[in-house]
């Protein structure tokens, strides 16, 4: 690309987005603040909470090609510019993101906007995909399940682990495992456990231990063990 791009936005996901884009040997400026008004650029690109995605885009003048980077939000939030979603599937923390080899999902207002944020999704390594507008929140839930709802997951089982005196870095190869699973052959195939194979005395065993350990754990456990009753076809069973 020859455009010059600018970024707006200074937190987690700006800095590490015009690091990479610079890496990648484009020309970048930035980032900027959520004032900016798109000065010398041919495309900017919103990091920006999704609150305040309309308030940046509405200060940036005529003419650039405007992008922001949430996932659920639509482009109707950056009209009238001509614009582009692009929504890096990764966890950007305070040390970075390395975006490479990771999914993104795009969009674009006209084949021009859809051009553009394919070829800085290539630019960054990462595999693009399109989402429509009216698909984007249960896309974006989909990666809130399997980033931020699994961190909460494994946050409960290292408190309970850690009631029994085992450290959490026991926990680790198994955990990777079962991702690895998951990843390979998908949730039904990968699902191995006392659910799994209908041994519901040792849930029962668990559900004490943790009433006595963890009650607040209590719900989040139920959730959990009847969404795995019916991941393995044992709801009728458990009933």
């Not at 455009?3 to 484009?26: F, H, K, M, N, S």
């Not at 405007?66 to 659920?72: K, P």
């Not at 999914?103 to 995909?129: E, H, K, N, V, W």
Request: aromatic fraction near 4%; proline fraction near 5%; charged fraction near 15%.
């Amino acid at each position: 690309m020859r455009e010059t791009i600018a970024t707006v936005g200074p937190g987690r996901l700006g800095t590490a987005l015009t690091d990479a884009l610079r890496a990648a040997g484009l020309t970048v400026t930035g980032p900027h603040g959520r004032g900016f008004d798109g000065t010398g650029a041919d495309v900017v690109l919103l990091c920006v909470p999704d609150a305040e995605i309309a308030a940046a885009c509405a200060c940036i003048a005529p003419g650039p090609l405007v992008g922001h980077c949430s996932g659920a939000t639509g482009l109707d939030a950056l009209a009238p510019h001509a614009a582009f979603g692009l929504h890096p599937l990764m966890t950007v923390t305070p040390a970075g993101a390395r975006f490479s080899g990771a999914g993104c999902a795009i969009a674009g207002s006209d084949g021009a906007a859809l051009r553009c944020a394919t070829d800085l999704a290539a630019a960054l390594g990462m595999d693009p995909f399109v989402v429509a507008d009216g698909d984007r929140a249960a896309y974006h839930a989909a990666a809130s399940i399997a980033s931020n709802f699994l961190v909460t997951l494994e946050g409960a089982a290292e408190r309970l682990a850690a009631a029994a005196g085992v450290p959490r870095s026991a926990l680790a190869p198994l955990a990777r495992a079962a991702f690895d699973n998951w990843a390979a052959v998908g949730a039904q195939e990968a699902l191995t456990g006392p659910i799994a194979r209908g041994d519901e005395a040792t849930v029962a065993l668990q559900r004490e231990a943790i009433a006595r350990t963890a009650p607040d754990l209590l719900a989040l456990f139920d959730a959990m063990a009847d969404a795995t009753r019916a991941l393995a076809g044992r709801v009728e069973a458990h009933a």
